[in-house]
């Protein structure tokens, strides 16, 4: 199967790689997937006083539509609201990447990602974690 | 050097090009049907097919009577054991066969349970190496036939072959063998090894794609198969259908060309591939999958954890490898050869296979090294299984949300 040029390029040369501080309460991190089904994607983002996102980390075992995908979503983290944040669907990856149908999954964990580390940055911050429907799976 | 370099010769190998050249005259001069008795056409392909099926009996010590020219091993495996459970229904009904087989052979067995045979699928140590004891346990007075095969596609693990015959032998079973992927590159002898029945197939040693044979036995005991096609009745009634002239001449010289390069062959790749997985098991966990002293000569196949294969391959630009893991599948299920050897999911997912062939150079393995170094320790730094694991976090105790 051959990949997009921009998975290869995300994949190639990967935004934000690396680590923030997840005992700092600015600092919300999601950790979705598992080992065994061959993707974990952790993604990092730190907030403001005004609930915007100032920074964005990703670290991700998998393929490279899953490296990719995390990738992307970091890049569109940096600058949003947490409540636009929480509007990322998982087709607008699908679409930006090209991804085929049969990595659809890759982008839903991505969307997850995303959806958990708000949610902890929430929670965290005496906020009430908010149940999103569903990703299209 | 030429990239990409192809290091997935379990897969298939390319052709060599003295096989090629034996080919070409019979698909425009000598084009003739072998089954034409009547005029100079029909002989001179008949007499093609002859010296060929006397090549291949000869690289496997068994007589040019014993040959059956199927497309494949694939097809060779469906004859074998769908044949034998024909053949042989009134004796009995249960097969044994293991858990690290070819689709060809499992899917095959899957079928006959479904037409009423019994199939015993032996789990393998975690060596990938069958324990003879416990197929010993499962051998009843109903077994008609024990199917093992020879090498291992995954991680090239050689079976105990001979003992596994004797005891099929014991209990008057027939032992049949999928050497797909030992034959030609390691010696297999049918009646050393004790085989009554033996797939292969020319693509995997340097002939073409589409040709392969069946070994049947014909004294001691004298094996019969029922065939699977209904025609013309060739191939001694067990396989009908016009003989693939150009094909069989293709088989016949990869054979004979295996067995006059075969040991010079096994002493140059065995070495190459001692070196790569030298080179790439210095690297921190990293793991060599299966029994490493019962193995082919030109396989490695390695765990490099923490990092995913199908990524690891995107990054291993120009090396065409293969992996155990399988995120293109709805599954999302690695290899079920991995899996049966114990290896977690997760090690599973990590693997690559290393297939070295005829013509792959020490240049080329040198760069391969570099290559595949170059993206775990890339890989590496991006996951946080790697970091967790630097940390000294324990994985097994996270709880991982399942997707």
């Known amino acids: 199967m051959a990949y997009s040029d921009k998975v290869i390029d995300h994949y190639t040369h990967p935004r934000n790689v690396g680590t923030l501080d997840k005992s700092k309460n600015t600092v919300g991190t999601g950790l979705v997937g598992a080992p065994e089904c061959g993707d974990v994607m952790r993604l990092q983002i730190e907030v403001n006083a005004d609930n915007v996102i100032t920074d964005a980390k990703f670290k991700t075992f998998g393929c490279g539509s899953a490296i990719a995908s995390s990738s992307l979503a970091t890049e569109w983290l940096k600058g949003k609201s947490i409540d636009d944040a929480m509007k990322i669907d998982n087709m607008d990856i699908v679409e930006e990447l090209a991804l085929p149908p049969v990595k659809i999954h890759c982008s839903v964990l991505a969307e997850d990602a995303i959806k958990a580390a708000i949610n902890d940055y929430r929670v965290k911050n005496g906020m009430e974690a908010l149940v999103s429907e569903k990703a299209h799976h | 050097m030429n990239l990409p370099i192809y290091l997935d010769n379990n897969a298939t190998t390319p052709m060599d090009p003295r096989v090629l050249e034996a080919m070409l005259p019979y698909f425009t001069n000598k084009f003739g049907n072998a089954a034409s008795r009547n005029h100079p056409f029909g002989w001179v392909a008949e007499e093609a097919v002859d010296y060929a ?293 997760d090690l599973a997912h990590s693997s690559i296979r290393f297939g070295l062939g005829r013509f792959t150079t020490e240049e080329e393995v040198d760069y391969a090294v570099k290559v595949t170094m170059d993206a775990v320790n890339h890989l590496r730094e991006l996951s946080p299984l790697w970091e967790m694991f630097k940390e000294g976090i324990d994985l097994d105790s996270i709880e991982w949300a399942e997707h």
């Open chain 2, 53 to 345: 099926r006397e090549q291949v009996a000869k690289l496997i010590g068994a007589n040019e009577k014993e040959i059956i020219f199927t497309s494949g091993a694939t097809e060779s495996d469906n004859l074998g054991i769908k044949g034998v459970f024909e053949m042989y229904k009134e004796k009995g009904n249960h097969i044994i066969t293991c858990t690290t087989e070819h689709k060809a052979v499992l899917d095959t067995c899957k079928h006959l349970e479904k037409q009423g045979a019994r199939v015993t699928y032996l789990p393998v140590q975690s060596d990938g190496l069958l324990d003879l004891a416990l197929l010993e346990q499962h051998m009843t007075n109903e077994t008609i036939l024990v199917c093992i095969m020879y090498g291992n596609n995954e991680i090239g693990v050689i079976q105990p072959v001979k003992e596994i015959a004797a005891i099929a032998h014991k209990f008057g079973a027939l032992f049949m063998t999928d050497a797909t992927q030992a034959v030609g590159k390691i010696p297999v002898d049918v009646i050393k090894d004790g085989i009554d029945i033996l797939a292969m197939s020319a693509h995997k040693m340097y002939g073409p794609k589409g040709i392969g044979a069946l070994y049947v036995r014909r004294k001691n005991p004298r094996v019969k198969v029922t065939a699977q096609m209904d025609g013309g009745g060739h191939e001694r009634g067990m396989r009908s259908g016009t003989l693939n002239v150009p094909g069989i001449v293709g088989l016949g010289k990869a054979c004979e060309l295996c067995l006059q390069d075969m040991e010079a062959d096994t002493i140059r790749l065995s070495a190459l591939r001692d070196k790569l997985e030298a080179a790439l098991t210095v690297m921190e966990e990293s793991y060599v999958n299966g029994n490493v002293n019962h193995r082919l000569p030109h396989v490695a196949n390695i765990s490099f954890k923490y990092v995913e294969g199908e990524g690891l391959m995107m990054a291993m630009k120009d090396l065409a490898v293969s992996s155990g893991s399988a995120c293109t599948s709805a599954s999302l299920e690695p290899s079920y050869v991995l899996k049966s050897l114990g290896l977690s999911d």
